[in-house]
């Protein structure tokens, strides 16, 4: 049972647009959710969260967005950059009492020049 | 500079062996955590420690074991008893909880021949 849920495998974007990565989750347990991000033959390194409480959180060029009414949030990048092409993981957590973390499948983003 | 080892980057045996992981913090984090990644599918916990002498079973334990005898270390055996263990491994750290910011290491690439 895939609790977190990454649908699109991979996206290209074009340098200098938007780029957009979904995710969705089943369990309403849930009260935190992250991105990661993963180059080639590299570690997850963590980009960005946001807490249930909010609906939205912004660092820089990252913005992330929460519905939880949808069960769904999403990473914006705007501007993309070549540097952005990697795998984002997005992952969900519930941080009160029995702690629980799930990750998604990832989803592979290519900024084409 | 701190941080988080894994060795080798890549590893192989023979099918009915066991083979132990190794991951190192300096990041005097006092959780670490493996995971496991195979295509198409998201970063699943194999097995978490949140203090040196305890480890919890993740989502996917069977076929595997851990040590937390000393707090920078967190070796991972693969036995013969897990039905596929070739896959990608991700050792991570965190500063004391599941839902804290993980730290990853570059991963063991396992291949059982």
Redesign the interface.
Known sequence: D?Q?K?NS?SLSVQEGRISILNCDYTNSMFD?F?W?KKYP??????LI?ISSIKDKNEDGRFTVFLNKSAKHLSLHIVPSQPGDSAVY?C?A???QGA????????TRLTINP | DGGITQSPKYLFRKEGQNVTLSCEQNLNHDAMYWYRQDPGQGLRLIYYSQIVNDFQKGDIAEGYSVSREKKESFPLTVTSAQKNPTAFYLCASSEQGLTDTQYFGPGTRLTVL
Not at chain 1, 100 to 105: A, D, N, S, T, Y
């Open positions: 895939q977190v990454q495998p935190y992250l990661y033959a590299e570690g997850p390194t963590f969260s993981f992952a957590a519930i941080i702690q629980k973390l799930v990750f998604g499948q990832g």
